[in-house]
């Protein structure tokens, strides 16, 4: 048997983050707070080729990515975001649009999910189109109704090709209480407007009951229980193994912040 910590230790310790004994009070408080930051899933959906990939690295990594790929399953990125006095690690799945890359993994995106952003092409009328399908498969997949959910035109800096109207897509997002953002991943000078996607998602989750989702590195090889089967699962996928060679550049261990 290993003498690896992580695999030997019961999971719930895992999760917490390593265990740190000391007698000093301050110190036991500060391991506290860590120990009670709150982590939130978001998911990412929408038609291939919209710009999820683009989109989530922005805001994780703060610029538009060299060159780009088709998301093979799903991708994850990590940032911290501060609200009022709390931080908050937002954990995002930037899944897959073609479905031949979903098929396998499609019941692990909507597990535990805190959140969603609809994204579509302002480009491409079929991408926007395409949208009451989305959000049939987050209600096949019996997604909360009461989540915060967003919806995302991206491209927009691509002005004379623009073939989404605000007014309807304005429209839609009303019928389907959602707030819509236009923006770009492609675009600098729209950044904080990327930002702003995402600190507003974390604002409203910011009032959310508390739920602890599983942090992505505490999966713990050969633990089977319920909580760990989902990363037993991603990770001995083949799929996954190559995405984590090919595509994990933005991975969560580069985006990861440290507060
Ligand atoms: N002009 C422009 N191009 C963008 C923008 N965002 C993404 N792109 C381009 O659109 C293409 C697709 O971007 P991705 O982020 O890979 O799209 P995706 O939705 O993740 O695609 P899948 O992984 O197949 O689901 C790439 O060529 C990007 O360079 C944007 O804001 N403006």
Request: charge should be neutral; glycine fraction near 4%.
């Amino acid at each position: 048997m290993s003498d690896n910590t992580s695999q030997s230790r019961p999971l719930s310790e895992v999760a917490q983050g390593p265990r740190t004994e000391t007698a000093d009070a301050g110190a036991v408080k500060v391991v506290e707070k860590q120990a009670q930051k709150r982590i939130f899933k978001i998911i990412v959906i929408g038609d291939s080729n919209v710009g999820k990939t683009c989109l989530t690295y922005r805001f994780c990594l703060g610029k538009f990515p060299d060159k780009t790929e088709a998301t093979i399953g799903v991708d994850f990125r990590e940032k911290c975001v501060q609200v009022d006095d709390e931080h908050l690690k937002l954990q995002l799945w930037d899944t897959a649009g073609q479905e031949r890359f979903r098929k396998s993994m499609v019941q692990h995106y909507y597990r535990n999910v805190h959140a969603v952003v609809f994204v579509y092409d302002m480009t491409k009328m079929s991408s926007f189109e395409n949208m009451p399908q989305w959000i049939e498969e987050c209600d096949r997949h019996n997604l909360n109704k009461h989540i915060p959910r967003i919806l995302v035109g991206n491209k927009c800096d691509m002005i004379e090709r623009v073939a989404v109207n605000t007014n309807l897509a304005q429209k839609f997002a009303d019928t389907h209480n959602m707030p819509l953002f236009e923006t770009s991943a492609k675009d600098d000078e729209k950044a904080n407007h990327v930002d702003a996607i995402f600190l507003t998602i974390a604002h409203k989750l910011k009032n959310s009951k508390p739920m602890m989702p599983p942090h992505l590195t505490d999966f713990v090889p050969g633990d089977t229980s319920p909580r760990n089967i989902e990363y037993i699962d991603l990770r001995s996928s083949p799929r996954h193994r190559g995405l984590q060679s090919a595509t994990r550049d933005a991975s969560v261990e580069k985006s990861e912040c440290a507060c």
